[in-house]
Nanobody
Framework: QVQLVESGGGLVQAGGSLRLSCAAS????????VGWFRQAPGKEREFVAG?????????YYSDSVKGRFTISRDNAKNTVYLQMNSLKPEDTAVYYC?????????????????WGQGTQVTVSS
């Protein structure tokens, strides 16, 4: 089993920044991909960003956050970060990190095996 714990959420004004962390523990695979998703009230959970373990830690972003968010990972700490800049009120949601074995970074919720409990991000206008 793999446990994922997110942290770093909070309340921020529009234009501000937050950095989310996702710490993995337990029986982590030798290689795994991590994705960040978010879910706003009344909406479906959506892909935000993802990063592969190998392949140069290739990164992927949704169009809505490209250029504002940056995903990175510290393999020694088994931690993935999501740096969020130029936040907008529409970024308000619960943010989840998810992991799956292998190097592929899918954008579909169903493709991930492990999920964190989520952290709330609220952006005020």
């Amino acid at each position: 089993q793999v446990q994922l714990v997110e942290s770093g959420g909070g309340l921020v004004q529009a234009g501000g920044s937050l950095r989310l962390s996702c710490a993995a523990s337990g029986r982590t695979p030798s290689s795994y991909a991590v994705g960040w998703f978010r879910q706003a009230p009344g909406k479906e959970r959506e892909f935000v960003a993802g990063i592969s373990w190998w392949d140069g830690a290739r990164t992927y972003y949704s169009d809505s956050v490209k250029g504002r968010f940056t995903i990175s990972r510290d393999n020694a700490k088994n931690t993935v970060y999501l740096q969020m800049n130029s936040l907008k009120p529409e970024d308000t949601a619960v943010y989840y990190c998810a992991a799956r074995s292998g190097t592929v970074v899918p954008r579909e919720v169903v493709s991930y095996d492990y999920w964190g409990q989520g952290t709330q991000v609220t952006v005020s206008s």
